[in-house]
């Protein structure tokens, strides 16, 4: 990936730096709508902000060495996909319906969890045992071949840096998610993490009225 004027890898090679990378994704629950199209429905979740960061795990101390708040102009969404066992947190988010319905919808990051998942039933709502499946970022998903995955957006951050992820990820993940009752001054909230390795940990915590 690429960060400002440097660049990260996000895989497991046989020698160098190796970095992780998370994303905190922070949202109102009851803004979660339903969605049928191309054959297949779910659950989106539309707003929000998010923070991302990344760290240096090569020796597995995890030191954080970039970190940044992606703004509103990124768009960003969660949506899950019943039919096709699979979720992401997108950019360029759009409400069901309109033209150009979903956007972005696996980049900067998607899961397919595979048939059987516990994705086939969820709604965005409700707490969630960690499902494993398959990771990607791909800005012309769904797509049968990575290699069509298209160029990569470049994300922009607060502090006025930006990033975009060059890897078309096809590696094992993991998802969660955890449902906690914020107090009545709060918002209701939802959190994303991602980890961008050869085996990429992906949790949620999930805050509800």
Not at 12 to 35: I, M, P
Not at 124 to 150: E, H, K, M, Q, R
Not at 171 to 184: H, L
Request: overall charge negative.
């Amino acid at each position: 990936m690429q960060w400002g004027a440097n660049q990260y890898v996000l895989a497991a090679l046989s020698g160098g730096e190796l970095y992780s990378l998370r994303f905190d994704y922070v949202a109102d629950t009851n803004n979660t709508q339903s969605w049928a199209a191309g054959g297949t429905h779910g659950y989106e979740l539309l707003g929000g902000t998010a923070t991302v960061t990344l760290s240096d795990i090569t020796y597995g101390l995890g030191t954080v060495v970039k970190q940044g708040t992606l703004t509103a102009s990124n768009n960003l969404f969660v949506s899950v996909d019943n039919g096709n066992f699979s979720i992401g947190l997108g950019t360029g988010g759009l409400p069901p319906g309109a033209a150009g319905f979903p956007a972005y919808v696996a980049y900067p990051f998607g899961l397919e969890g595979g048939g059987g998942s516990a994705f086939g039933a969820y709604d965005l709502s409700t707490a969630l045992d960690p499902v494993s499946g398959i990771a990607l970022a791909c800005t012309n998903f769904p797509t049968a071949v990575l290699a069509y995955c298209g160029a990569p957006l470049v994300l922009q951050l607060a502090d006025g840096e930006s990033f975009d992820i060059t890897e078309y990820w096809s590696r094992s993940a993991n998802f969660a998610a955890t449902v906690v009752s914020p107090p009545v001054s709060e918002p209701a909230t939802l959190g994303l993490l991602f980890f961008g390795l050869a085996a990429i940990g992906f949790t949620r915590k999930l805050k509800s009225n």
